[in-house]
């Protein structure tokens, strides 16, 4: 019985148009954005001008000063330059050391100078935490970061360069994908080949899947590490629970046409250095990395395309994995590896061994280029 299990970062979905860090940083912080009563933020209308309205400007602006606070930071550490996903982290344990949710005396200056340097953007406006207008503004300041990585990836609908995806669920006996990808583009790859698969979620009712942690029934199973542009927590009769939605969240309804009662406008996917592991073990994420560890310790091959080796949290889970069995690997799909990933801090000070030792295989294409010939040498028995 052929066993296969695939990694996927955000790389492999780069030829369907879906935008990269890059792109994203600049559509949060350079784009036009409007606010709405519902708490969303929207790209601004082309007729609205090209600058960002309301709370929309406000947030935008504070964005830009916590990145000009922790850009020289960043280009004496990593020799980069803030991202989206640095400004959310750093906005979001502003809200969390306000708020006392996680005190954290080490930012406190950084904090403060922030706060001072953007009075102008929250003294004397409306709030919504605690009475505190900063807190208020850093916490819309996340949202909108989330926004814009939502409508940015949601433009990407039609799968390119993933058909080997679907020809390996064909070919294998079983697969799992252990993906950090928010957009939909595996699941339509792995539906436009006629593929079953479980994710998670129940049968449909209505416009909604619920999830009921349903990992059975099905030879291929994909797992959404970091959650997705269409999971949103609703509140049941019962209970509140994440459903799947195929339709508008807001209009949303059950199987006798009710309309379901939304508890957050924004989906539920994962943004932030340093912050993301906060979720790792609790609520539906907590669930999906329990299954995630499960899976992925019944495998001894670990097919890796499209993932920057950045994320501490998911390293240390695969580092651990491959030091909890002499034959476990990972087979990068990846043009130049030799190029890039040896300068990854994930791997600089196990390149050559586990390269020595067989656990780093190298495959010198991308995921486009092969096909399931190329992957079916690395199938598990």
């Known amino acids: 019985m052929s066993r296969a299990a695939f990694f996927f970062g955000s790389g492999i979905s780069r030829a369907s148009g879906a935008p990269m860090v890059a792109d994203l940083t600049t559509s949060l912080l350079d784009g036009a954005w409007t606010p709405h009563t519902d708490g969303t933020f929207y790209p601004s209308p082309p007729d609205d001008g090209v600058k960002s309205i309301g709370v929309a400007l406000r947030a935008q602006e504070f964005l830009r000063l916590i990145k000009t606070e ?5 280009l004496a550490s990593d020799d980069r330059s803030a991202n989206y996903e640095d400004v959310y982290a750093a906005a979001l344990q502003i809200v969390q050391d306000e708020t006392r949710e ?3 005396p080490l930012i406190r200056r950084t904090v403060l100078a922030i706060k001072q340097a953007s009075r102008h953007l929250h003294v004397g406006q409306e709030c919504h935490i605690d009475e505190n207008p900063f807190a208020s503004l850093a916490d819309r300041a996340c949202d909108l970061v989330q926004w814009a990585v939502f409508f940015g990836l949601v433009r990407a609908k039609t ?5 080997a995806i679907s020809d390996v669920a064909r070919k294998a006996d079983t697969m799992d994908v252990f993906t950090l990808n928010h957009e939909r583009l595996i699941e339509r790859q792995l539906m436009g080949g006629g593929i079953s698969f479980v994710d998670g979620f129940g049968d449909r009712k209505g416009d909604v899947r619920i999830f009921d942690n349903r990992w059975s029934g099905e030879r291929v199973r ?8 269409h999971w949103y927590l609703f509140r049941f009769n019962e209970w509140d629970q994440f459903a799947a939605v195929e339709a508008n969240q807001g209009y949303a309804k059950d199987e006798h046409g009710r309309l379901l009662d939304s508890l957050d406008p924004k989906p539920l996917f994962l943004t932030g250095t340093t912050v ?11 669930e999906i990395f329990s299954k995630f560890r499960e899976l992925l310790s019944t495998h001894r091959t670990l097919i890796c395309s499209g993932y920057g080796f950045t994320d501490k949290g998911i390293n240390i889970r695969l580092n651990q994995w491959l030091r909890d069995a002499e034959g476990n690997r990972i087979v990068v799909l990846h043009q130049d590896p030799e190029e890039e990933l040896p300068h990854k801090r994930f791997w600089f000070w196990r390149w050559s061994d586990y390269l020595r030792k067989g656990k780093v295989i190298l495959v010198h294409k991308w995921l486009a280029d092969c096909t399931a010939a190329d992957l079916e040498p690395y199938f598990d028995p």
Do not use: A, F, R, W
Not at 276 to 286: N, R
């Open 102 to 104: 996680i005190p954290n």
């Open 70 to 74: 922790i850009d020289p930071h960043l």
């Open 276 to 286: 993301k592991e906060q979720s790792y073990g609790v609520s539906l994420i907590g």
């Open 159 to 163: 799968p390119v360069g993933m058909d």
């Open 222 to 229: 994909v797992l959404k590490l970091h959650g997705s542009t």
